[in-house]
């Protein structure tokens, strides 16, 4: 490192404030490492504000599992709430469309619900520890999560049923009684349900991601608030150069979520990062009608969560570029039958709109880039980032302190497609 330099140095800088990136930052901390956190924007702002805050026990089949073959001729239609996508990205994007579909085989779907369970069990555990530490525990609520089908489906419910208990994952078969004695304030329109029993789900995600910064900060981290332009190598370690100023450390981590391939490609690496685009609107609910946990709904693809500011309803997926101007498509589809299910006011706020990062075999990056010492990806979290966070930054902080994840890190190593 040359010796005219005059911005700041740490052990650790970690490049994003998304759950994730706050995750490793903290953990890094405890190990008595010196880190400063960067985001443009203040922790817990994007994606994973917006999502529908589910901390799940039961996503170990990602969406690309054999299923979705059947699926397949319905979402080619191009009009059905679960997907949305625009053919010139599909061209473009062509190479990830077959990566991400040749993963839907019966032969891939037990090697990675595998890692995700290891992955998800040791992320909940934290989640359940940090929540209580941040003080933030009023907004945990351990109610389980419904997945519920209007259809006849108790064979598809207990497809599903089978693949968790398979993990030792507990859930409940539900018939129509069963879910209105459940959930009293809503309509009898489903017919099936599958009540996750070991799910959580918390009422403002952006919260609880400030709640875990600010123990971080606690812990004497810091964080600094500026836009990321460039990671470069620089002797043995790295200069970040940021919109005001440089950080310089021994270890760099990559945790900016959807944004995380754009700073690695001037280092030679080509992410193949997909952005499953999603939205949520909120609105005032009914105090005498209200919702006791978050309920999918299987059919009309779409989910309904109690937040702090209203009822979340959080639509399917939108496959094209993160940047594209937003489409209200499948919001505007589902929210007219959410409202067949729960009695809801006027909408608070505008629509959000966010970007789930996706990589072909729908598990996450986590662990060291193959080119680079003392460079760490952390991304890819794709539907369940806000569940699997904790662990994923954890898994980093012992990486870089040189000891083992807490879980079984191999099939998320990066090298496996940089
Ligand atoms: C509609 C929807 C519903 C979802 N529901 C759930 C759910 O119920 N449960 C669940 O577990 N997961 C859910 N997810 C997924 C989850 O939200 C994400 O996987 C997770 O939030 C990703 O976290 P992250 O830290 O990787 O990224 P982010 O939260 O996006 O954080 C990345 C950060 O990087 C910063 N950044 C990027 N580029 C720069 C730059 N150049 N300079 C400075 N800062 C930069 C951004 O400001 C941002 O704060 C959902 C996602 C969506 C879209």
Excluded: C
């Excluded at 600010?214 to 810091?222: A, C, D, P, V």
């Excluded at 990321?228 to 370690?237: L, S, W």
């Amino acid at each position: 490192m040359s010796n005219n330099f005059t911005g700041k140095q740490a052990d650790v800088v970690v490049l994003g404030a998304g759950i994730v990136g706050v995750s490793a930052a903290y953990t890094a901390r405890q190990r008595g490492l010196s880190v400063i956190l960067v985001d443009r924007r203040e922790p817990g702002s994007e994606t994973s504000y917006g999502n529908a805050g589910i901390l799940s026990s039961g996503s170990i089949s990602p969406l690309n599992n054999p299923s979705l073959w059947s699926a397949l001729p319905k979402y080619l239609t191009n009009r059905h709430a679960a997907l949305r996508w625009n053919p010139g990205w599909s061209i473009r994007n062509a190479d990830w469309v077959i990566r991400f579909l040749a993963n839907a085989t019966a032969s891939r779907l037990r090697p990675r619900a595998t890692a995700l369970h290891g992955l998800i069990g040791a992320s909940l555990k934290l989640h359940r520890e940090w929540i209580v530490k941040a003080e933030a525990a009023q907004r945990i609520r351990e109610t389980g999560w419904l997945k519920a089908w209007r259809s006849d489906a108790v064979g598809a419910a207990k497809q599903e049923q089978a693949l968790l208990t398979e993990y030792g994952i507990e859930s409940r078969l539900l018939d129509r009684q069963a879910i209105s004695a459940l959930e009293p304030s809503i309509l009898p329109v489903y017919k099936v349900g599958l009540l996750h029993t070991q799910t959580a789900s918390v009422d403002s995600p952006g919260a609880v991601v400030k709640a875990y910064a600010r123990m971080f900060t606690g812990s004497g981290g810091e964080i600094r608030q500026s836009e990321i332009k460039a990671i470069v190598p620089d002797g043995e370690g790295w200069r970040v150069v940021l919109g005001d100023g440089e950080i310089r450390a021994r270890d760099v981590v990559v945790a900016l979520g959807p944004w995380s391939a754009d700073l690695l490609r001037p280092l030679g690496y080509r992410v193949p990062l997909a952005y499953e685009r999603g939205y949520h609107r909120e609105f005032k609910p009914n105090p005498a009608r209200s919702l006791q946990r978050p309920i999918h709904d299987a059919e009309g693809s779409f989910l309904m969560s109690p937040m702090e500011n209203g009822i979340r309803v959080t639509s399917g997926v939108e496959l094209t570029d993160r940047d594209a101007p937003s489409s209200f498509a499948q919001l505007d589809q589902v929210v007219p039958l959410a409202r067949g299910v729960v009695e809801f006011g006027e909408a608070v706020g505008d629509p959000w709109r966010g970007a789930r990062p996706t990589l072909p075999d729908s598990l996450p990056m986590i662990g060291p880039a193959p080119r680079h010492a003392g460079l760490w990806l952390a991304f890819g979290n794709q539907h369940i980032g806000f569940t699997t966070g904790p662990a994923t930054g954890t898994a980093i902080a012992a990486m870089i302190g040189g000891t083992a994840p807490p879980f079984d890190a191999t099939p998320f190593a990066p090298s496996r497609y940089l």
